[in-house]
């Protein structure tokens, strides 16, 4: 089946750092992904929409300065957390839409900023 | 706007007894709906959809458009349904205008 590898799965970094996060669709194209906040004990929440070759859309409230996103290929978008800070410690899920199917989820990244 | 309420956060039932998660959701439009189910350590990964009214792992739900309701249901639980389970609501404005909104989910806990 669709699969969606999600990298890396633990991150722990530094206040100030900036951090990469990859999400790759692995046996189809997606012309679009999405990518998702997970805070604890709260439900999953849509950041932003990412469209190959186009800039991404972003959910009200996500700063988009502070969420870079890049897709700049059809099985390849990019979820860069500029200048962490604690509070951005989260869980980042993406996912990929195949086309007229439901989208496809990758694992997830633990984001910890001490 | 669109929400989709999951009022219980933790659902434990025995083995064999019937389970049933509520999802409720609010949305203007016509719904596209679905189950998600998370099992410890996996993926997201897509349960069933309300349009495709199939029956996966021996759960289903109807969507009662009524009740605002898309409840899922099982007859006999086992201990392997044991899981986090988030209901969604899709919704498409047209060309890339689209957006899954998730419920805040519920851990089902199905005890030997």
């Known amino acids: 089946g669709a699969v969606v590898s999600q990298h890396p799965s633990w991150v722990i970094c530094k206040s100030g750092t900036s951090v990469k996060i990859e999400c790759r669709s692995l046996?189809?194209?997606?012309?679009?992904m999405f990518w998702y906040r997970q805070f604890p004990k709260q439900s999953l929440m849509l950041m932003a929409t990412?469209?190959?070759?186009?800039?991404?859309?972003?959910e009200q409230g996500v700063e988009k300065d502070k969420f870079l996103i890049n897709h700049a290929s059809l099985t390849l978008s990019t979820l860069t957390v500029t200048s962490a800070h604690p509070e951005d410690s989260s869980f980042y899920i993406c996912?990929?839409?195949?086309?007229?199917?439901?989208?496809?989820f990758g694992d997830g990244t633990r984001l910890s900023i001490l | 706007a669109q929400r989709v309420t999951q009022p219980e956060k933790l659902l434990s039932v025995f083995k064999g007894a019937p389970v049933e998660l509520k999802c409720n959701y609010s949305?203007?439009?016509?719904?596209?709906l679905f189950w998600y189910v998370q099992y410890s350590r996996q993926r997201l990964q897509l349960l069933l959809r309300h349009i495709s009214r199939e029956s996966i792992k021996g759960f289903t739900a109807d969507l009662n458009k009524g009740e605002t309701s898309f409840h899922l249901k099982k007859p006999f639980a086992q201990e392997e349904d044991s899981a986090m389970y988030y209901c969604?609501?899709?919704?498409?404005?047209?060309?890339?205008?689209?957006?899954?909104?998730f419920g805040k989910g519920t851990l089902l806990t199905v005890n030997p």
């Open positions: 969604a609501l899709f919704r498409d404005s047209g060309g890339s205008n689209y957006k899954l909104t």
């Open positions: 990412s469209n190959e070759g186009s800039k991404a859309t972003y």
């Open positions: 996912s990929a839409d195949p086309g007229n199917q439901p989208q496809h």
């Open positions: 046996d189809f194209q997606a012309t679009t």
């Open positions: 949305y203007s439009g016509s719904p596209e």
